[in-house]
RNA sequence: CGCGGGGUAGAGCAGUGGCAGCUCGUCAGGCUCAUAACCUGAAGGUCGUUGGUUCGAAUCCAACCCCCGCAACCA
């Protein structure tokens, strides 16, 4: 079925630091979300581009390194092969995911940097740091230690005191060391570059309070309590040597800010995957289409980033479209419209996930790895329940009982057990032939309002509405089996069994599509053993060649014929004996 | 100390002035094609605390307690 009226959708995904494994904050705060966003889409037959990559600059990647006795480049090397092949287990799925590291991203960043100059909104300002003598390095306010001037505790960090919880800067410290080599700093003079945010206050406010208002509450209250504190210039560059250089005569030894840098990916590898498919305008579909909905999945901590400071990077930058020589003197690769870039429709972040009542995160190792877990789980559980118990407006505790009990009473007895159900009866009764039969009126339209309703709540990003959606046609499913009792029809009205069992197959069948976002590896053996052949699965065809070639729309409804001949049943999920955690 | 979010049954949550609810779990009974679902019934609450407004407060107001996050790279 055609779509007729093809959406573009873009998504950008929050970054991963690349300094190790992910872990389940990851899972949680973004990772799987846009994955069923993007693949509900594509099945709907929307042209979608989804982007990430690893953030692999930043003084975290340089002191890690340093400590593991490998070079930085050697350390984002193995994290981004290490976060591939994470993604390629759970069968996250994207247009383009990439690195900070490319030559193209360098190109994107430095252009944006120039520009935002040139139009006034970066400015050079001299000040005092902190420097360590021992090691030569400017430190970042982490990295300072000291006595707290507000409640006295020793090994107050430069950015908080830990104990009384007072947000400090380095040079409140009472005598202050360098954690990198126990050694007091001194104050030496540095330049850097600044982003005037005050000036792009009022535009940005005036953006946020039209566009926030189908924001989930929490993010836009957020936002909105970062401008109405007001913004203050922001340092945008850094002296270190591993990051992308300020391309400006004279600042050679110094870097662009990762904070500035990272967000800027979303963009360039937009114009990587264009270069990829041998299309280099074709970014600008998605960049410049004001038609185009962008959604940003990202994690709590990102908000400001991705409500803030990209937009306002965006709008400032936007201003080179209206000006002749800016336009002319710095061209984005393959950049041909001179048409303003689209701004955030929408930031569906989540909130934490906590692990025994604190936040996971890779400096302080709480955080599980997702690869241990995907020892012990199918990579489907870990999709669904993830989206299912997904930190949408709260923070969530993790624990491995309520992941057993979503298996053993949601997968396993909801739908996997009305699937068994389904098959096994047609496969003893029926000899794997979909009997003859009609859909019922009630069956019927449960179908159609779920298949609205969980599309409604997928569009919305509310994915813990449309799971439940799906897991309620699998409750009525069930019922609908129990209270026609086909085992009893069997033996005295058999054609009223063949219209029961043939109304079961297609709720089978409807929760498959339906399912498919989701779970999609679980899906893909559901349609071998109903034995559908043929059928065309955008994500299937991006996941094999790249790229998808059709604009249908598979969210619908298509019912299987009577006398198809399925295959013999077989158990799609397993249920876990609690006594194996 | 600042900003934001939260505190309702064992767990997860809904509920913005009118009998305290939903999902899951627990217990008992019925039914049984199925990895067991479905039906009926039951247990389980000081709605964080205290005070106030009101005929009436989980809900509005005030003060306080507790948990989480953020402040520039920790999703």
């Not at 090691?135 to 000291?146: A, E, H, S, W």
């Not at 947000?167 to 080599?181: A, E, G, R, V």
């Not at 009525?476 to 069997?490: C, E, G, L």
């Not at 014929?561 to 295959?567: E, L, M, Q, V």
Request: aromatic content about 12%.
């Amino acid at each position: 079925m055609e779509n007729l009226n093809q959406e573009k959708i873009f998504i950008g995904v929050s970054w991963p630091y690349a300094s190790g494994k992910l872990h389940l904050g990851h899972l949680a705060g973004q990772n799987i979300a846009c994955d069923i966003f993007a693949r509900y889409h594509r099945q709907k037959g929307n042209s979608v581009l989804m982007v990430s990559g690893s953030d692999s600059h930043g003084t975290p990647i340089v002191f890690k390194a340093e400590e593991l006795g490998i070079t930085p480049e050697q350390l984002v090397d193995s994290s981004h092969k290490e976060i591939l092949e994470t993604f390629e287990k759970l069968s996250l799925l994207y247009e383009k995911y990439t690195s900070t590291t490319t030559q193209n991203h360098k190109e994107v960043v430095q252009n944006i940097f120039l520009v935002l100059k040139e139009l006034g909104y970066l400015y050079p300002q001299k000040s005092k740091q902190y420097y360590d003598e021992k090691v030569k390095k400017f430190l970042p306010d982490r990295y300072v230690r000291g006595t707290c001037p507000e409640c006295g505790a020793l090994d107050a960090r430069g950015d908080e005191c830990p104990v009384c919880g007072k947000f400090l800067k380095p040079t409140d410290l009472i005598d202050p060391y360098s954690t990198l080599s126990d050694s007091k700093p001194i104050l030496k003079e540095t330049e850097h570059y600044y982003l005037d945010l005050k000036k792009l206050e009022k535009p940005i406010g005036d953006w946020m309070d039209t566009q926030s208002k189908h924001w989930r509450k929490w993010v836009r209250e957020f936002s909105k309590g970062w401008i109405k504190e007001g913004l203050e210039p922001r340092e945008v560059t850094r002296d270190m040597k591993y990051g992308i250089p300020v391309p400006i005569k004279g600042w050679e030894e110094k870097v662009i800010y990762v904070w500035i840098e990272a967000v800027v990916g979303y963009l360039s590898a937009s114009i990587e995957w264009a270069k990829s498919i041998g299309q280099e305008s074709k970014w600008e579909d998605f960049w410049k289409d004001p038609k185009c909905k962008h959604y940003y999945f990202i994690a709590g901590g990102n908000v400001p980033f991705h409500t803030i400071i990209w937009p306002a990077q965006l709008l400032a930058y936007s201003e080179k479209y209206s000006n002749d020589s800016l336009w002319d003197k710095y061209k984005l690769p393959g950049e041909s419209k001179r048409e303003s870039l689209n701004l955030p429709w929408d930031v569906p972040a989540n909130k934490m996930l906590l692990y025994k009542g604190k936040k996971m995160s890779k400096s302080d190792n709480t955080g599980m790895s997702v690869d241990s877990l995907l020892e012990k789980y199918s990579p489907d559980l870990i999709r669904f329940f993830f989206v299912r118990n997904a930190p949408e407006n709260h923070d969530r505790e993790f624990n491995e009982k309520d992941f057993i009990d979503c298996n053993n009473n949601e997968l396993v007895a909801n739908i996997g057990n009305f699937i068994n159900r389904s098959l096994s009866f047609v496969n003893s009764k029926f000899n794997n032939k979909v009997p003859q039969g009609q859909l019922d009126l009630d069956v019927k339209e449960s179908i159609e309002s779920i298949f609205k309703e969980v599309g409604k709540y997928i569009e919305g990003c509310e994915f813990v509405k449309a799971t439940e959606a799906i897991l309620k046609l699998g409750n009525f499913a069930n019922k609908y089996f129990n209270d026609k009792a086909p085992w009893i029809s069997f033996k005295d009205n058999l054609s009223e069994c063949e219209n029961t069992i043939y109304n079961s197959i297609q709720l089978v069948n409807a929760l498959r599509i339906l399912l498919k976002p989701f779970i999609p590896q679980s899906i893909f053996t559901l349609t071998t053993l109903l034995n559908i052949e043929n059928e065309y699965d955008a994500n299937i065809e991006l996941t094999e060649t790249g790229k998808v070639s059709k604009s249908e729309n598979n969210w619908v409804f298509v019912p299987l014929n009577p006398s198809h001949i399925i295959n013999d049943p077989k158990i799609l999920f397993a249920k876990i004996e609690e006594k194996e955690l």
